[in-house]
């Protein structure tokens, strides 16, 4: 597939005919939810639906929101295919995904989680569970089928700080696909704050957390001021 630094942008509407473009495809465009529209109205007319013709493939691609320094930023109200992630992935070079979290189903915030990059939990990994554990990493690594699981009161983790911004969180029937990503993606749960979705790599598997951000700080990152 054509990069999208390879491909021509282009300042169409969503009428115009373009060569090899099903009108099916170009009705996909007019589709968009309340919540889709809230967040696009959040920015420059000029960054909405910002248009790039692959002619290698007779293909159109329209970025929801398209910046000046080149991010790429989409806002996904429904469940997504691997095939569409990867092929959208593949496309933009700076791409954000914005997820609707409110349509999340068993998605809950837990608890505060330390500093994950904390040097002192370099040889600790944190459990795959509800609450918040650790196991160490010389166990995992020596292939133990229950190692120790060590909680925060346990003497080699107790005094260890607990962030402002991190989370752990449970998400009992979660779209798979979001985990096998390479681009970030931040999850809106409603209100004046939005959640990263990062994940720490482990030998025992990837442990998935939250950052918070405030949603105005996303926004103006993204929006430079006026020249």
């Not at 999340?104 to 330390?114: A, D, M, V, Y």
């Not at 370099?122 to 166990?139: I, N, P, Q, T, W």
């Not at 004046?192 to 990152?221: A, C, T, V």
């Amino acid at each position: 597939m054509q990069r999208m630094d390879n491909a021509i942008r282009r300042d169409i509407s969503v009428d115009e005919m373009v060569p090899g473009i099903p009108l099916v495809k170009k009705e996909h465009y007019r589709k968009e939810t309340a919540w889709h529209r809230d967040w696009k109205l959040a920015f420059p007319p000029s960054f909405r639906e910002v248009a790039f013709y692959d002619a290698a493939n007779s293909d159109l691609h329209r970025a929801d929101i398209f910046t000046p320094s080149g991010y790429t930023i989409e806002f996904q109200n429904s469940p997504l295919t691997l095939a569409e992630l990867n092929s959208r992935e593949s496309f933009y070079p700076n791409l954000i995904w914005v997820l609707n979290g409110k349509k999340f189903k068993g998605f809950k915030i837990l608890k505060h989680l330390p500093d994950v990059d904390d040097p002192k939990l370099s040889g600790y990994e944190f459990c795959h569970s509800d609450h918040l554990s650790m196991v160490r990493k010389a166990e995992v690594m020596q292939g133990l089928a229950n190692p120790k699981i060590l909680n925060f009161y346990h003497p080699e983790l107790k005094g260890i700080k607990l962030t402002s911004d991190l989370y752990s969180f449970c998400w009992k029937q979660p779209h798979s696909v979001w985990y096998a990503a390479t681009a970030r993606i931040i999850v809106d749960l409603g209100g004046h704050f939005l959640y990263e979705l990062k994940q720490r790599k482990q030998l025992n598997g990837n442990y998935p957390y939250l950052k918070m951000m405030s949603r105005k700080s996303f926004i103006d990152w993204h929006t430079p001021p006026e020249l």
